[in-house]
């Protein structure tokens, strides 16, 4: 398949590694002047609803102007034809990376990398999301009325979204491993819900520490309030690209 696919990157340089930073800001203004203290490197982002909805497609072209890598997580879930629709506006944009949720079915996925793919054959990698790191299997259950364990059901939609032609998913760092199994060493995990052993865990459910997340399988972590709420954000991304990229 042809797409524009980013190889993670294990190495000490910090600009472009597989740690993504949750850019999750009320404003463009905050966003960079949070960045603007990263100096010199340039950081994997991710830019989330609120900074979307507040900024529109403006903070995707300013920040890739500026030289990041640019992980858009809208979580696109709605009928098939309309995301394909959505899908063809977003791969205008030249984000690395953007992502639905593999609940909307094999089918809306498969109208998503039809709607994403651009007329020379590229497009961004695409990623399903599973079940998100706040879920617990205890919710998943009551409040999502899905039976099983939820490891199980993340394989499954793991596997749903390999079958519509997706690249990867966003799970917990304690499934990737699973995934990975049942996938293949090829098919990304990309990880939010990493916290570093002495922080806080926050809203998080299913979490790990950057380490932990790439023994266990990550390709990719997203990581946010432990970079940018710490004290000194640079020395925690440092920390974090240390714990998870350095062998």
């Known amino acids: ?30 966003t960079y002047r949070f960045l603007d203290k990263m100096g010199d490197v340039k950081p994997y982002v991710k830019i989330g609803m609120e900074l979307y909805y507040a900024e529109g497609p403006a903070i995707v072209h300013e920040l890739k102007r500026r030289g990041h890598k640019i992980f858009l997580d809208l979580k696109l879930h709605d009928i098939p034809n309309t995301v394909k629709k959505a899908m063809s506006v977003l791969s205008r944009l030249d984000v690395d990376m953007c992502n639905l949720h593999a609940a909307g079915t094999i089918e809306m996925m498969k109208a998503a990398v039809e709607g994403l793919t651009r007329e020379d054959g590229t497009r961004p990698v695409l990623l399903a999301v599973t079940q998100l790191t706040s879920t617990s299997e205890e919710r998943m259950h009551n409040d999502l009325l ?14 749903n979204a390999q079958a519509a032609g997706l690249d990867g998913v966003v799970c917990s760092p304690l499934e990737a491993g699973m995934v990975k199994e049942a996938c293949g060493s090829d098919f990304y995990t990309v990880t939010p819900g990493i916290r570093f052993a002495d922080g806080v865990v926050g809203d998080q459910v ?13 390709d990719f972590i997203v990581v946010g309030r432990p970079i940018t709420a710490a004290e000194d954000p640079v020395a925690a991304y440092k920390r974090c690209v240390e714990e998870f990229c350095m062998e």
């Open 206 to 218: 299913r979490i790990t520490t950057p380490a932990k997340a790439r023994e266990i399988g990550s």
């Open 1 to 30: 398949m042809n797409k524009d696919v980013i190889a993670p990157q294990k190495s000490a340089d910090l600009s472009g590694t597989s740690v993504i930073i949750a850019c999750d800001f009320a404003s463009a203004e905050e």
């Open 146 to 159: 899905i039976q099983g364990n939820i490891g199980d059901v993340v394989v499954h939609y793991a596997k």
